[in-house]
C-alpha cells in the first residue's frame, strides 16, 4: 500500500510564511507528477503548484511569487514554501501524485493524501 501523507500545517498570521511536507510511504520505485491542490469551503479544488520527477514546476496564477515546490525523489518527500500568506489562502491543503511506479512494477493512479488545514488569520 502506498500512503501520502501531508504536514505542516496550522494557524498563520496574514504576511507570514509556511512549509508544507508531503511523505510518500510504500515499497516506491519512483513518482511522476506529485503537487499541492486546496479547497475552501465554497469553493472548487485547485491546483496550488506540481512538480514533475526532473524538477519541472507550475504554480496557480494565485500564489505565483510567494511559493516555491520542491521534491526530493530518493526520499519520496515534496514540499511547498509560502509566503506573504493571506486569508484566502485559508484552505485544505491536500498532496497529490498522478503516477507511482512501485518496487516490482504496480503502477499506482491518482493517489491523495488526507489534506492538512491551513488558516491564515489575525
Known amino acids: 500500500q502506498v500512503q501520502l501523507v501531508e504536514s505542516g500545517g496550522g494557524l498563520v498570521q496574514p504576511g507570514g510564511s509556511l512549509r508544507l511536507s508531503c511523505a510518500a510511504s510504500g515499497s516506491i520505485n519512483s513518482i511522476n507528477a506529485m503537487g499541492w491542490y486546496r479547497q475552501a469551503p465554497g469553493k472548487q479544488r485547485e491546483l496550488v503548484a506540481a512538480?514533475?520527477?526532473?524538477?519541472?514546476?507550475k504554480y496557480g496564477d494565485s500564489v505565483k511569487g510567494r511559493s516555491t515546490i520542491s521534491r526530493d525523489n530518493d526520499k519520496n518527500t515534496m514540499s511547498l514554501q509560502m509566503s506573504s500568506l493571506k486569508p484566502e489562502d485559508t484552505a485544505v491543503y491536500y498532496c497529490?501524485?498522478?503516477?507511482?511506479?512501485?518496487?516490482?512494477?504496480?503502477?499506482?493512479?491518482?493517489?491523495w493524501g488526507p489534506g492538512t488545514q491551513v488558516t491564515v488569520s489575525s
Open positions: 512538480i514533475t520527477s526532473g524538477g519541472l514546476t
Open positions: 497529490h501524485a498522478d503516477e507511482v511506479i512501485r518496487v516490482g512494477g504496480q503502477f499506482l493512479y491518482d493517489l
